[in-house]
């Protein structure tokens, strides 16, 4: 596939089949993630690979949680038919063939906090660590869609990181900032609708 295709046809992925997801497929789209570039190759990212049922539901479990706290906290509204749409979704969540839990090291650190730079060194970190980590969860995307795969990001698990923290036994320097739901998709891949790239961009200056 041409990845300016796989690019034009990535969007989000909430009915996934049962079918499970061959074995090369997943080490394929995690070798792609680990391709991606990183500030100054630290490479600070780790993957959870999850297919274990009992391990997906409690996963399912926490995300259904947060997701009830993130609705209602949300500005702009849910439709009652897309909320409904998201909880049928949350509901069968456990089902899909495959979770990938994205996480940070923070002990493969890029910078110090020079004296007098202090609070720009905390924002400078912070962003250059999840700006190293989010480009691999692109690559991992499009490997994904190039093999057919859809793929449904949840973040909603935040809202209860310690918990799920323990679940998986995440080490404290460790950060998890997304499970990714893998797996064939129900329909069809369709063009992503996105405002034009002219309407966010400016010349020189804003």
Known sequence: ???????????????????????????RILSAAVKAPSGANTQPWEFIVVKDLEIKKQIAEINRRGASIYVKARVVK??????????????????????????????????NRPKGFEKASEKM??????????????NLLLAA???DLGCWITMYHLYFED??????????????????????????FKPAQRRPYSKVTHINRW
């Open 1 to 27: 596939m041409d990845v300016f295709e796989a690019i034009d046809t990535l969007i989000s992925i909430r009915r996934i089949r049962e079918t499970p997801v061959e074995e090369w497929k997943i080490e």
């Open 78 to 111: 849910l439709e009652p038919k897309r909320r409904q749409y998201l909880e049928a979704c949350l509901q069968r969540m456990h089902n899909i063939p495959v979770m990938i839990i994205l996480c940070l090291n923070r002990e493969k650190k890029l910078v």
């Open 125 to 138: 970190e912070d962003i250059v660590s999840y700006a190293s980590v989010f480009p691999a969860m692109q």
């Open 145 to 147: 869609r190039a093999l």
């Open 163 to 188: 918990e799920f923290r323990h679940l998986l036994n995440i080490p404290s320097n460790v950060e998890p900032l997304a499970v990714i739901n893998i797996g064939y998709p129900m329909g069809r």
